[in-house]
C-alpha cells in the first residue's frame, strides 16, 4: 500500500522535525493536506470499502498529527 508508505515517512520526517524544532500549533497540517491532494481524499470518502478504508487512514494520521505530544516523540 503506497499510502500507509506515504503515511509511514511523513510521520518519521515529522518526528525527527519536531525533536530539533519542537512541536507547534497546526503541526503537521502541510504532509496531510498535501496526502489528502494526492490520493483524492474527497473521492475517498464516498467510493467503495476499500477507497473508504483509504480515507479512514488520512483520517487517523491527521488526528495523529493534532493529538502528538512530546511522549510521542521517543
Known sequence: MRLATD???NKKR???KA???GLYENFGQTEVRKLKDKY???DLQYGD???RLLASMLDHFDTWCMNVCDRDLN
Open 14 to 16: 515529522l518526528i525527527a
Open 49 to 51: 470499502t476499500e477507497e
Open 19 to 21: 525533536k530539533k524544532r
Open 40 to 42: 483524492g481524499y474527497n
Open 7 to 9: 503515511i509511514n515517512n
